[in-house]
């Protein structure tokens, strides 16, 4: 049985994934690690702005880094984050014309 997980511990852990560069920072890191440079690559960023959103995902621990000489490689933690932004997608394919409807929130 899961241990009711507080729900504050709940909002931080999701705040991670509200944010689109984050969520293209770990979709760019989802199967393999890379380098800042390589992630400011595919996501056309700013460096300085993909560094701040790395930190965010690092601090939550949704990724790692690994140093290699001068260069730090980031990559997803573990499986069950990689699983969970699968899921993400499964759920969103079935919901998504209800999601892009919906004019509760506005995001940008």
Do not use: P
């Not at 241990?3 to 944010?19: A, P, Q, R, T």
């Not at 949704?62 to 699983?83: A, F, M, S, T």
């Amino acid at each position: 049985m899961v241990e009711k997980v507080d729900i504050d511990i709940k909002m931080k852990f999701l705040h991670g994934f509200s944010n689109k560069t984050r969520i293209q920072i770990l979709e760019s890191i989802k199967t393999e690690e890379k380098t800042v440079t390589q992630i400011v690559d595919d996501l056309n960023g700013n460096q300085s702005n993909i560094s701040q959103h790395l930190a965010c995902l690092k601090g939550c621990r949704l990724i790692v880094g690994r140093q290699d000489g001068k260069y730090v490689y980031y990559r997803v933690r573990n499986q069950l984050v990689r699983d969970l932004l699968t899921n993400f997608d499964v759920v969103l394919e079935d919901i998504q014309n209800d999601i892009a409807c919906c004019n509760s929130h506005i995001y940008q």
